[in-house]
């Protein structure tokens, strides 16, 4: 087997483009697509399908792309061993976060500290986030509401607690101590999406105190639930680390158990060794500390 043909369809299968695959691995994007080429045409089997915008993989592909992602791995994990004490001058690391608020800082403490670093960030809903590093398409993951897992390595960096969004004006916006969930019964809401962890914690909190908010507007992104918001279209659920600084809006503290995600950083367990991602992990942990 050519080494070389299988690491171009690797990069394929992980950025899901050709060119970001170039990219990746440094070379031209018609050398990729000719090394992907002659490993279908030497194999006979069809590993992409390509239409005009995207490129996915066949089944053949995703089988062949799970045993790819294991040997490259490996091949890391044997380099990082034989040059444990180089320093990280150069190197590349691929996060994945289900929000920016808290990834953004790590960032920073990355760059000044290993400025020779490039970084992938993958921005994500709670559930992309972990798929992402359990597929290993990262390598560090920063969580909410995880649990521990075989083969999985957490620590734990803070707790947040759920917040209710009004607009300014609002009969609520001064109850500095914040609002019991119960007052929440029967009042208009506008919320992020079922699978958005804020609104899996809202609603088990609601359900636990049998608590019948109505949902008459559902949004995918924390922006969105600011705007319909500040448009007086109800009351919306954030996160006390996504307090938005809009002066349209205020956000008060509600009051009651179940209403504090926990939020963590990840990686595989066998890739912890990884010189770039023990390094991350240390920055992460003191910025928690």
């Not at 969004?165 to 916006?173: K, T």
Request: one cysteine or more.
């Amino acid at each position: 087997m050519n080494l070389f043909q299988l690491r171009a369809f690797d990069a394929v299968a992980r950025e899901g483009s050709f060119t970001r695959a170039a990219e990746r691995l440094f070379i031209s994007q018609p050398a990729v697509t000719g090394h992907v080429k002659q490993l279908e045409e030497h194999y006979q089997v069809n590993l992409f399908r390509r239409t005009a915008r995207s490129v996915e993989l066949t089944e053949e592909g995703r089988r062949l792309a799970a045993i790819s992602r294991t040997l490259f791995a490996l091949e890391e994990e044997a380099e990082t061993l034989l040059d444990a004490n180089r320093k990280l001058l150069s190197g590349r690391i691929e996060v994945a976060a289900d929000g920016p608020h808290l990834v953004m800082p790590m960032l920073a403490r990355l760059r000044a500290r290993y400025p020779g670093i490039t970084v992938n960030l993958r921005l994500g809903n709670a559930q992309e986030t972990l798929n992402a590093l359990l597929s290993e398409h990262v390598d560090i993951a920063v969580v909410t509401e995880v649990d521990e897992r075989p083969g999985l390595h957490l620590r734990e960096l803070v707790e947040s607690h759920l917040c209710a969004l009004l607009p300014q004006g609002h009969a609520w916006c001064e109850r500095s101590d914040g609002i019991p969930l119960e007052e929440l019964d029967q009042q208009i809401m506008v919320l992020r999406e079922p699978d958005s962890i804020t609104r899996r914690t809202f609603d088990r909190a609601c359900q636990a105190r049998q608590v019948q908010p109505l949902v008459q507007l559902e949004l995918d992104s924390r922006e969105a639930v600011t705007e319909a918001v500040a448009a007086e279209l109800g009351i919306g659920i954030v996160s006390s680390l996504e307090v938005s600084r809009d002066p349209r809006v205020r956000a008060v503290p509600l009051l009651g158990e179940g209403l504090a995600p926990r939020h963590s950083i990840g990686c595989l367990e066998r890739r912890r060794g990884l010189r770039v991602v023990s390094a991350f992990m240390e920055l992460a942990e003191e910025g928690a500390s």
